[in-house]
């Protein structure tokens, strides 16, 4: 969708801080907090920076920020639609019926990051990556990242 993507709270990217994806045991749309790195495209309409301007969420983390393109063999899966989320991998070891439990540690060993499209995907998109506010990726192998000036 985007070639290139914009992660704030840091000004550059360090892999040695990059956590492996791991599930989360309390939000099945994502993965468990820390894990993982959020970005959303450069000039979305609906990226984090204006969703966090939007809600007074978080301004503070706007003042640092670094830009970063993914590497050309990066394996990224795209959703578009609930029809896309249903064919990730779906968790087993859980009761929750109020999003689908996807199992992140699984997409991780098949991609190299996921990224969300929310503009089109309709009420049942955002319902169903609750969580997930704005169009982001999530980068769950760090070496999939070339940072950019």
């Known amino acids: 969708m985007s070639d290139k993507y914009i992660h704030y709270g840091s000004d550059h990217f360090d ?73 990730l991998p779906c968790r087993n070891d859980t009761d929750d019926i109020t999003s689908y439990p996807i199992d992140y540690e699984a997409a991780a060993r098949m991609y190299d990051a996921i990224e969300l499209d929310l503009i089109g995907g309709g009420y049942e998109l955002v319902q169903l990556m609750y969580g997930w506010d704005c169009n982001s990726i999530l980068i769950m192998n760090p070496n999939a990242v070339m940072e950019v000036e």
């Open 15 to 87: 892999a040695a801080k990059f956590r492996p994806i791991l599930n989360s045991g309390f939000m099945m749309s994502k993965p468990l907090h820390g894990t993982g790195l959020w970005a959303s495209p450069v000039n979305s309409p609906l990226g984090w920076r204006d969703w966090c301007v939007d809600n007074k969420f978080n301004l503070e983390s706007l003042d640092a920020a670094f830009r970063f393109v993914l590497k050309p063999d990066a394996a990224v899966y795209h959703i578009h639609s609930v029809a896309d989320v249903y064919k």
